[in-house]
């Protein structure tokens, strides 16, 4: 059985992935939501990726999952050590030392989340209801944590720290409906960044909280 390493995006909480866990306990794998210290101005992705290695010590069939700006974090990881395979969720597909501030006008991010709101017809100006909990269901944001945390800017200003992409075998996962990250913005990064192809799923940014059945299954492909 594989041990999945599960890395949150921006706000470095567990419980984004949490409902992952016990369906991958469930069919007897290893499952570990990793918890990011965000709004530590002092830790930063070298800091992340020192705790990812930590939390992967000792696992040899391991997968590494990452939501959105945990990317950052799941690319050096698998520089670093052994993964069987990385899968990205509605990520942040980062360069060899691109910062996390500088991808949003590299990718040109901005211009597709409002392109696609204008489309949609909901507000081009990022809200959280609007574009991050639009489909996730009520009685799990009535489990949320009631502090939410921000992440601090070293994350955003940190080079990410690798040198060439890792030789690993690597899915590209997008919620089709993303308002956040748009499926089309989405399939071009994926493209233009590693020649790689997306797999659409059900689902908006946090799919692992609206659609945990779909991502779980697309977590284990592959093994």
Sequence with gaps: MSAFLL?????????????IPPRLEDLGHEAI???LPADDPGAGLSAYVDLAAGAAAGREDLVVAALS????TAVPLCERIHSRRLVLLNAMVPLPRE???DWWENTGAPEALRAAARAGGYAEEFDLDTHFLHDVPPQVLARAPREQRDEAAIAFEEPCPFRRWPDVPTAVL??????FFPL???R???RERLGADVQALPGGHLAALSQPDAVTSALL???
């Design 99 to 101: 910062t996390a501030g």
């Design 221 to 223: 492909e592959g093994l």
């Design 7 to 19: 890395i949150p995006g921006a706000g470095g909480m567990a419980w984004y992935w949490h409902l």
């Design 69 to 72: 700006l945990g990317a950052f």
């Design 188 to 190: 071009r990064v994926a």
């Design 33 to 35: 939501a990793l918890e």
């Design 174 to 179: 997008a919620g089709r409906d993303d308002r």
């Design 184 to 186: 089309d913005f989405q």
